[in-house]
């Protein structure tokens, strides 16, 4: 068992944070990750094809709308993702090819937009709790008598749980800062593919 | 029967001398993944790739393309490896995180610019030891040689100066204020102009190296994004003078520029976060590292179009190739 007091001097020594991640937290005091906070993407990011404002609704179109939610899966391989891409591209008819593929776009940058600023929302819950349990170690700190063996009261015990949560927590952190870059590494990645089949 | 053998070998010799001897290769330093990738640079596909120190960044080929130079900042150093074999040589005495470096036109000294330390340090690659310490701006990046070698520049990211360095004296010339966070120095092969990126300023400012004055500011614009997303790092200029490129950074894009008028003439699509530029040895290609999409792209710079992207390590940031 960590000695509990080990465990707090290490939250409340993360509480502080890096450099970058106070720097982060002066621009958005929510905002946990070195990554900067980019609550949206912009489709001129991504795609140099046709305007996707003016492509229509991509859920009009049944089989747009079954591609989207199989290619916005990350579980789907890339490679699988664009080789789908590449097929509905040639089964379209020349005349439909551009609008659909755009469509296609349109669709998949909706969702996987969408996705990402769900994700980065609960970033920020997750780092608000975070916040909220440093407040109640603290307070805890200060009712709690820390035993040297660490085996004492009840609230001894609360304390040291707590300790262990947040430092779980805080240890998941930089994979869970990750993830909006994923899905916008995806989303670009399947925009270039489209883009590669709507000029050819 | 033997005048038959004879015409075979002499086909078979002409076969061999209708290729180059060696292929030349493309070296990426990952900044993330502690490696370089290889590419060769007929095939352009990945032909090998080995680990380096710790957060390798800045990277060029010496000795005659026998030698591949890392810079790896978080080890304090700068590795030296084979480019054939890419077992590790040596290290050179770099001065604490070494980020950007530029080779003199002769070879040798490498002048090195120490992020963390506010210096440019200027390294002998032959006995490998440190010739001088030059105290620069904070955050000191971008390094370009002028073409006759009498002059570095160097940019330093929060001080926002170009420091223009005599390399006879070692003694800083002349300062000149540019936009804000300046990464990148390239001189034009003529020596008329050096050509400094600000990455937050989001412009290319165009110095005069003789009067030291900005002759023009370059300004990009892409139509539905926020100008904050275009943030120019990387500058590349075509040894005939004729086209230069730009990468623009989270705008996921290289700036196609007439170097005479300043025109942007067009942007190309090419990876995410588009930091760093290299030409292959004849020019024909320019290959970005883009260190989110974690590939690279090759733009064929006659037709101005991107013509493929491969995949490579963590976070790509350098890239350069031996000559052919």
Known sequence: MMPARFLLAAAFAVAAGGAAAQEAARLDPDWPCV??????????????????????????????????????????????????????????????????????????????????????????????HQKALVETIREQ?????????????????????????????????????????LVEQRLFALGRAIGTVVSE | MGVTSRGFAVLFLAGFAAQPAFAYKIFVSNEKSNDVTVLDGDTLEVIDTFEVGQRPRGITVANDGNHLLV?????????????????????????????LFVLHPSGNPLYIANEDDNLVTVVDLENRSMIAEIPVGVEPEGMGVSPDGSVIVNTSETTNMAHFIDTESHEIVANVLVDQRPRFAEFKSDGSEVWVSSEIGGTVSVIDPATHEI??????????????????????????????????????????????????????????????????????????????????????????????????????????????
């Open chain 2, 71 to 99: 810079a790896v900042g978080d080890d304090d150093t700068v590795e030296v490896y084979d480019t054939e074999t890419y077992e590790r040589l040596h290290t050179l005495p770099s001065g604490p995180d070494p980020e």
């Open chain 1, 35 to 128: 990554q900067r906070k980019v609550p949206t993407l912009t489709p001129a990011a991504i795609w140099t094809g046709p305007a996707i404002e003016e492509a229509g609704d991509w859920r009009d179109d049944e089989e747009v709308r079954e591609l989207v939610n199989l290619l916005s899966q990350r579980r789907v391989p890339q490679d699988e993702a664009e080789a789908t891409i590449e097929s509905f591209a040639e089964g379209l008819p020349a005349e439909e090819r551009s609008a659909r593929l755009t469509l296609l776009f349109a669709g998949l940058f909706d969702t996987m937009n969408a996705e990402r600023s769900e994700i980065i929302e609960g970033i920020e819950r997750y780092a608000r």
């Open chain 1, 141 to 181: 700190k200060e009712t709690v008598e820390v035993s040297p063996v660490g085996t004492g009261s009840e609230a001894e015990q609360q304390l040291f749980w707590n300790l262990r949560i947040f430092e779980e927590r805080r240890q998941s952190l930089p994979y869970i800062c990750e993830v909006p870059r």
């Open chain 2, 215 to 324: 002759k023009h500011k370059i300004e990009f614009d892409i139509p539905g994004l926020r100008p904050e997303a275009i943030q120019p790092v990387g500058v590349r200029i075509t040894e005939d003078m004729e086209t230069a490129f730009v990468a623009l950074g989270p705008a996921n894009r290289v700036a196609v520029v007439d170097p005479e008028t300043y025109e942007v003439l067009d942007y190309l699509l090419v990876g995410q976060r588009v930091w760093q530029l290299g030409f292959s040895p004849d020019e024909s290609l320019l290959f970005s590292t883009n260190g989110v999409s974690n590939d690279i792209s090759v733009i064929d710079v006659e037709d101005r179009e991107v013509t493929k992207s491969v995949q490579v390590g963590e976070f790509p940031w350098g890239v350069v190739t031996t000559p052919d």
